[in-house]
């Protein structure tokens, strides 16, 4: 292939592949943290009236004393299972996967800064090679994590 074939073909991986590959993961991640941070709320928030039902536990009311029962009974419990949701949904562990990507993909990024360089045909599809073979390399490495949460998740059958 020529230098302008070979510079096409980057401008299409690099806009239809390692773009838009790179555009999904800041989504996924941005969508992950906020659940993450959600469910870390939620649970917080369910304790804090927990706390509060203790404390407005001694007034002499009789609708708030069976209110304050009942958020001591049920709140520790929603809070357990936003706890448990959390967990099984793992959005703490894909966080991490997609911000790992995130940083794996930029970093491969400086690699392109060869390709801007005045090269030869044969240095530029060297060179180019190379950049096209690090981002699939990332992508392999990425979908081999998800085998392993997908491992790690599943039920022991003991």
Avoid at 13 to 35: I, N, P, S, V
Avoid at 38 to 44: A, E, K, L, R
């Amino acid at each position: 292939m020529s230098q302008r074939e070979d510079r096409q073909f980057l401008e299409l991986y690099r806009k239809h592949r390692y773009e838009d590959q790179l555009d999904f993961y800041r989504k996924r991640y941005g969508e992950f943290t906020k659940a993450q941070a959600q469910g870390i709320f939620i649970s917080i928030g369910l304790m804090f009236f927990v706390f509060l039902a203790g404390a407005l536990e001694s007034v002499d009311v009789p609708w708030l004393k069976l209110t304050c029962l009942l958020a001591a009974a049920i709140c520790p419990v929603l809070s357990t299972a936003f706890a448990a949701y959390s967990a099984l949904y793992a959005f703490e562990q894909q966080t991490k996967l997609y911000r790992d990507t995130i940083n794996n993909l930029q970093g491969a990024r400086v690699l392109l800064a060869d390709l801007e360089q005045g090269l030869s045909d044969a240095d530029f599809a060297t060179h180019l090679d190379k950049y096209v073979q690090e981002v699939e390399k990332i992508f392999q490495a990425e979908q081999g994590q998800w085998g392993q949460l997908a491992k790690k998740m599943k039920p022991s059958e003991t």
